[in-house]
C-alpha cells in the first residue's frame, strides 16, 4: 500500500505554530515519501468547535502550501459509521452500558490505581450489571458505552519515541467508546477514520503517545489493520506548558493576516524540527532535506523574544 498520511485538527480556536508544526511534518513525511496527505476535520465537539475555525483552519494550511489530496473528511457527518463499529463490538460483546458519573468513579478509584488522560482508572463498576438492572437505570441517566479491555500489556514500536509499553487494564481499565450524550468517543473515531481512509502512517503530538495502546485495542477487536505511529514532542511556551489555542503572535491566522511571508513561519517550524537554522525556507527544500530521524526527541520551547525577531515582528 502506498504512503497514506493525514492532519487531524479540532476547530475549537485559531491554530497556533504548534499545531501548525505537526501539519508541515505530517505533510513532509508523505510527500517525501511520494505519497498522499489527507486532511481530516475532529468536529466531533459540537459545544465547543465553531465554523469560523474550520475556514481559518483551511486558509492557514493554503497558506503555508500545506495541501490535501482528497475532500477533507468532517467527523461531525459520520456518526452512522461509528455506531456501525460500536455495534460490532457490542455483537462480539466488547461494548456494555455504563451509568457511572465522573464523581461516582473519581470516589471508586483507590490510589494505587492509574491516572490517565480520561481520568482516574475506571474500576468496571458496570461491567457486570444485568438485563433488569441496565434497563432499571436507563430510565434516569442515559449510559456511556464502555470498551472491554482485554488483559495484558499493549506493546508497539514508535517510529520517534522507539518502544512503548502500557496495560491498559491496570492505568485506564475499560474506556469509553461513546459518551452519555450520544457522541463517539476520539479512541472510536480516530481508529474507525484511520482505517476507513487507508491511513499507513500517523504523525502527531507526542500528548497521545498513551492513548495510542487504546486504538490498538480497537483495531484488534475490530480486525483493522493499525498505521506506523511517530510521536514527536510538543511545542511548549515558556511557561514549560504546552501551546493552547488563543490569539496572539502564536496564532498562524494572525501571522497570516499580518502579511507575514510564509517562507518566515516555514523557516521557525524547520527550526523546531531539527530541519533548518531559523532562515526562511521553502516546502520544496523541506521535501528535499526532510529526514525522520533529525525530527527532535525532546519538547521545543517556543521563547517569544527569538520568536519575534525570527518571523521579523520586531
Not at 456494555?96 to 458519573?101: L, Q
Not at 465522573?102 to 468496571?124: C, F, Q, T, V
Not at 434516569?140 to 499493549?154: C, H, I, K, L, Q
Amino acid at each position: 500500500m502506498s504512503f497514506r498520511g493525514r492532519f487531524a485538527p479540532s476547530p475549537t480556536g485559531r491554530i497556533h505554530l504548534g499545531n501548525a508544526r505537526s501539519a508541515l511534518l505530517g505533510w513532509l513525511q508523505a510527500r517525501a515519501a511520494g505519497g498522499q496527505f489527507l486532511l481530516r476535520v475532529e468536529d466531533l465537539d459540537r459545544a465547543r468547535c465553531r465554523p469560523q475555525y474550520v475556514d481559518e483552519l483551511l486558509r492557514d494550511l493554503e497558506w503555508l502550501g500545506l495541501t490535501w489530496d482528497e475532500q477533507p473528511l468532517f467527523q461531525s457527518a459520520r456518526d452512522d459509521v461509528y455506531r456501525d463499529a460500536q455495534a460490532k463490538l457490542e455483537r462480539e460483546g466488547l461494548v456494555y452500558p455504563c451509568f457511572c458519573t465522573r464523581a461516582e468513579i473519581a470516589r471508586a478509584a483507590s490510589a494505587p490505581h492509574g491516572l490517565s488522560d480520561e481520568g482516574p482508572r475506571y474500576p468496571g463498576t458496570c461491567a457486570q450489571l444485568s438485563s433488569a438492572e441496565i434497563s432499571e437505570r436507563a430510565r434516569t441517566r442515559a449510559p456511556a458505552y464502555r470498551f472491554r479491555v482485554p488483559p495484558g500489556e499493549v506493546r508497539f514500536m514508535d517510529g520517534l519515541q522507539g518502544p512503548y509499553a502500557q496495560d491498559v487494564e491496570a492505568v485506564v481499565g475499560d474506556f469509553v467508546v461513546r459518551r452519555n450524550d450520544g457522541v463517539a468517543s476520539y479512541q472510536l473515531a480516530v481508529v474507525v477514520d484511520d482505517a476507513a481512509t487507508s491511513i499507513t502512517h500517523v504523525l502527531r503530538g507526542d500528548d497521545l503517545l498513551s492513548s495510542t495502546p487504546r486504538q490498538l485495542q480497537l483495531y484488534t477487536a475490530l480486525r483493522l489493520s493499525a498505521p506506523e505511529f511517530f510521536h514527536v514532542p510538543l511545542v511548549l511556551g515558556e511557561d514549560g506548558k504546552r501551546l493552547a489555542k488563543r490569539e496572539g503572535a502564536f496564532a498562524l491566522a494572525e501571522l497570516r493576516e499580518r502579511g507575514l511571508p510564509a517562507e518566515r513561519v516555514l523557516g521557525v517550524l524547520a527550526a523546531w524540527s531539527g530541519l533548518g537554522d531559523g532562515s526562511p525556507v521553502s516546502l520544496q527544500e523541506l521535501v528535499r532535506t526532510f529526514r525522520t530521524e533529525a525530527l527532535p526527541r525532546a519538547p521545543v520551547v517556543a521563547r517569544e523574544q527569538t520568536l519575534v525577531a525570527a518571523l521579523g515582528l520586531g
